[in-house]
């Protein structure tokens, strides 16, 4: 485990988390791998060929102000160019609405014995925490975020539904058609264990 890459990771995801749905950075911790993720993906206009190539364009431009007085960046880009020194890129993993990077951990971490290792189950926001007690059976969009008590819809999904469904705690009735009016949403198997339904 690299602890420049891992630093600089963690850098990247604070200042470039999308806090306006109050989603914060997560690090993760797991046998095999440490797991640091932020909301918001890509920067709208910012290709993951142009972020592999060390284009930066920050999404919090004062938090990017404040960590380079503190002298914990240098300069725009050279974050994912000292990380990409020592790992390739399949440690990015980017989706529309999260940005993680997996750092694989050495092998002696296996060594641990079976009975001390826990079942992992996902690491889950207060949001995606509060959706996941109000739903029963299959429900709508709709009545979820009623039963949640919110009325900005574009907040619910950012906040609530799209982190619920990027990690895999509900899933959708209708997978093959995201848009259809006829679309509900339930516990996944992940979901039901975080639930102790299974």
Do not use: C, W
């Amino acid at each position: 485990m690299d602890e420049r890459a891992l630093r600089e990771a963690v850098i990247n995801a604070m200042v470039h988390n999308d806090y306006s749905a109050e989603v914060p950075p997560v690090v993760e911790i797991f046998a095999d791998r440490i797991s640091i993720t932020s909301y918001g993906g890509l920067v709208s206009g910012l290709s993951r060929d142009e972020f592999l190539a060390g284009r930066s364009m920050p999404r919090n431009r004062e938090l990017m102000r404040v960590f380079r007085d503190l002298d914990l960046v240098e300069q725009l880009g050279s974050g994912v160019h000292r990380i990409l020194s020592v790992y390739d890129a399949s440690v990015f993993h980017i989706s529309e609405h999260f940005f993680e990077t997996r750092f694989p951990l050495e092998a002696e971490a296996s060594e641990v014995t079976p009975q001390v290792t826990p079942q992992v189950t996902p690491q889950v926001t207060p949001q995606v925490e509060a959706l996941l007690a109000r739903i029963e059976g299959e429900m709508t969009r709709q009545a979820i975020q009623d039963a949640l008590g919110l009325t900005d819809r574009e907040h619910f999904r950012k906040a609530y539904l799209a982190p619920a469904l990027e990690q895999g705690v509900i899933e959708m009735t209708l997978p093959g058609k995201p848009r259809s009016r006829l679309q509900k949403y339930r516990l996944s198997a992940a979901g039901r264990r975080m639930q102790g339904n299974d």
